[in-house]
């Protein structure tokens, strides 16, 4: 098998490490734009890219984990290859322009997924088989998903100023770079009815991308709450589900949840586990021929408009 990956940043290289170790038989290509970018042993740079489009059919499976603001561009460019598409969120970091192209691959047959690893977070995962019973989620009054962390810390050694996260111009922004709260609330309760969002960049990070987002979504019967941040010392990711008689705390951190106080779950599962997990079930989907993912283009699509909801609100 052969896997082509387009963008060789931090997050490729959690992917190249997982292939590398569990799936080592996968041929691994990287497509660079310089002569000078950094060489993996195990990795073969190519730089000529229609050398790269006229092997079109020897890709099984296309990595894109370029910047988030480059991903129509290059997908306008390879959708019609006859490969496997494994997209890192979010899928765009803009619902401009955009709909044709998400509607060109909707009428294919061809396996997407768009990497969200939180859903294969063990705590979350209880909370899906905890919510499977109509029952529990007919009973709940409110969720609050909070995410807050102090961007100069995500990489060492870097200047954050620099990076794409704190840059809208390279499709950055807290709203997008944490879109998982957004995609694992989707994931566990659908789509809302109504979206309400607040999203600013006025803390003493000094960046020009969204920094603070706010997110109210209306369900039929209670509102999802989510509050996203890049300036929070002490790193905070939790899910709160108040029910009528009790309340569920899930710390996606410890991977741990509490109900009323009291653990009912816990794992010693790492972060990195989660990568391997979604690389396991997309390659399984891929060897069985299937061509829907359970977050596949049309799914990424919808998160992402909840996501930017202020520019439908233009």
């Given at each position: 098998m052969k896997c082509l990956i387009i963008g060789l940043g931090s997050i490729a290289k959690k992917h190249i490490h997982v292939i590398e170790t569990y799936y080592p038989k996968i041929e691994l290509f990287a497509y660079r734009s310089q002569l000078k970018s950094s060489v993996y042993s195990k990795v073969k740079n190519l730089y000529d890219w229609d050398a790269i489009e006229n092997q079109s059919e020897s890709w099984d499976v296309v990595m894109l984990c370029n910047p988030t603001v480059l991903h129509a561009t290059?997908?306008?460019k390879i959708m019609h290859w006859e490969t496997a598409f494994f997209i890192e969120?979010?899928?765009?970091?803009s619902t401009l322009n955009n709909a044709s192209l998400v509607q060109s691959f909707q009428n294919k047959e061809q396996l997407t997924y768009i990497a969200c690893n939180l859903r294969f977070l063990d705590c979350l995962r209880f909370?899906?088989?905890?919510?499977?019973?109509?029952k529990e989620i007919s009973s709940i009054q409110e969720v609050n998903s909070y995410c807050g962390s102090y961007l100069p810390d995500w990489r060492a050694g870097q200047d954050y100023k620099k990076v794409y996260s704190a840059n809208k111009e390279m499709g950055g922004g807290v709203h997008l770079d944490l879109i998982h709260e957004v995609d694992y609330l989707y994931w566990l309760f659908g789509k809302p009815?109504?979206?309400?969002?607040l999203f600013r960049n006025q803390s003493k990070l000094q960046i020009d991308a969204?920094?603070?987002?706010?997110?109210?979504?209306?369900?039929?019967?209670?509102?999802?709450?989510?509050i996203l941040n890049y300036y929070r010392r002490d790193t905070k990711r939790t899910l709160e589900l108040v029910f009528d008689d009790r309340t569920v705390l899930v710390n996606l951190l410890s991977n741990r949840v509490y109900e009323n106080d009291t653990l009912i779950f816990s794992s010693d599962q790492k972060g990195l586990d989660t990568y391997k997990l979604q690389l396991d079930y997309f390659l399984n989907l891929l060897?069985?021929?299937?061509?829907?993912?359970?977050?596949d283009i049309e799914a990424g699509w919808e998160t992402l408009q909840i996501c930017l909801n202020y520019e439908t609100k233009r």
């Open positions: 290059i997908l306008q969120k979010p899928l765009f970091h909370i899906k088989e905890y919510l499977s019973n109509t009815h109504e979206i309400h969002s969204v920094d603070y987002a706010n997110y109210n979504l209306a369900y039929s019967h209670f509102v999802a709450n989510i060897s069985k021929g299937e061509s829907k993912s359970f977050n």
